[in-house]
């Protein structure tokens, strides 16, 4: 018997499975928080977060012949004839207050809070004539500082502060005023240009009214970030209410910027008008102010905007106010329309590169540096960069 051996071979067969992970792209969204404008000017009138946002949609319109159709329904601005120490923004970081007289006219203006660490920035009018420039002091933490002209003030990481003249006035005194003996030949309108933390910009618009009597005022032009914690004051809430508390902004006992930060404040002269009086300071009446009004606003398109205004201060603070609504209203179109207007009307064939331009009503009667730069418009202007044009000051900063 034969014995037959069958061999059984088992083959095992491995499946190996392989498993691929793919990392999802994480997205982080950067929400950068609005941009919000306030203005105080004249006795004052105010143009709160709320307007200032309109204001700024006009100046960016496309047809600009609207103007004059749109322009009545904003002529009304808030004013306030109320005297004493009131916010101007109150914010948990932010906080300025100014100091108003009779009739409301600012004198004083101060910068706080958190923001500035704690620190504070204020400008007043003195008693004593020769403190600072025709009795405006400036002090940082009660010291005085910008003690000459021009001057800078700064500290890192905290203000910077230029004392400088005002370009839109000065061009004005150039171009209509060479042969006129009046306040302009005698004084000049001086800024004061804060750049601080948070990406908050104030211009302070220095003036002194001097002839039978003297008056010295503040505007006041306040760029600011929206605070998600919110914010009021004289400039209002932001939120699209048009509200503005005045009395409830008025600073509490032991709240004041102003209080101890510089000598006693101008005391107020005689020659201002009652705030319940209807009478004008040089005697004519109100609506004789009217025309003359019309005439210094007219040239920059926008200032049409502010004409009652105008003939309300005038008739209050005398003819030397007139004078200064001119340099105002250019200073308002440079900020809130020019770049926009820059964008719809200048005709450049190719988009400027290294520099920034806007549209600027001056150069159809001044020939100033980068006017006519598309080659089409005198008013279309280079502004900005690190070259030529840098003198230029474009519309939305402090630097020149």
Wanted: hydrophobic share 35%; proline share 4%; aromatic share 10%.
């Amino acid at each position: 018997t034969t014995a037959a051996t069958i061999a059984t071979t088992t083959t095992t067969t491995t499946t190996t499975e392989s498993t691929t992970t793919t990392a999802m792209p994480t997205t982080t969204t950067t929400t950068t928080a609005e941009e919000i404008s306030c203005m105080l000017f004249g006795d004052p009138h105010v143009v709160s977060f709320d307007n200032s946002r309109r204001l700024r949609e006009l100046g960016a319109t496309e047809h600009t012949e609207l103007w004059t159709q749109i322009i009545p329904t904003y002529r009304e601005w808030n004013t306030f004839l109320g005297s004493g120490d009131f916010w101007i923004v109150r914010s948990e970081a932010i906080s300025i207050q100014g100091r108003y007289g009779q009739r409301g006219w600012i004198y004083g203006v101060a910068v706080g809070g958190s923001f500035l660490q704690g620190h504070k920035f204020a400008v007043g009018s003195s008693d004593d004539s020769g403190s600072g420039w025709d009795g405006f002091l400036m002090t940082w933490d009660g010291s005085t500082v910008l003690e000459s002209f021009p001057s800078e003030f700064s500290v890192d990481g905290l203000i910077r502060v230029r004392y400088v003249e005002d370009s839109f006035y000065q061009d004005s005194i150039d171009e209509f005023h060479e042969e006129r003996d009046n306040w302009r030949s005698r004084t000049s309108l001086r800024l004061l240009e804060l750049s601080l933390p948070q990406g908050v910009r104030i211009t302070v618009a220095l003036g002194t009214n001097v002839g039978s009597w003297t008056m010295r005022f503040m505007d006041v032009f306040i760029t600011m970030p929206f605070q998600a914690s919110g914010q009021d004051g004289h400039c209002g809430r932001a939120i699209g209410d048009f509200n503005l508390d005045w009395q409830g902004s008025a600073v509490a006992t032991g709240e004041s910027l102003l209080t101890g930060t510089m000598p006693a404040l101008l005391s107020m002269k005689k020659g201002f008008i009652s705030a319940a009086s209807t009478e004008c300071i040089e005697g004519e009446e109100p609506e004789d102010n009217r025309g003359p009004c019309q005439s210094v606003l007219a040239p920059s398109e926008f200032g049409m905007l502010f004409v009652n205004a105008c003939v309300q201060d005038v008739c209050s603070g005398g003819q030397g106010i007139l004078e200064h609504y001119e340099a105002f209203a250019l200073r308002v179109f440079h900020e809130y329309a020019a770049e926009a207007q820059g964008k719809h009307r200048c005709a450049f064939p190719a988009e400027p590169h290294g520099v920034g331009y806007f549209w600027d009503p001056r150069c159809h009667t001044t020939v100033s540096l980068g006017c006519g730069a598309d080659g089409v418009h005198d008013e279309c202007r280079l502004c900005g960069g690190s070259g030529t044009y840098a003198a230029v000051q474009c519309p939305g900063t402090t630097d020149p």
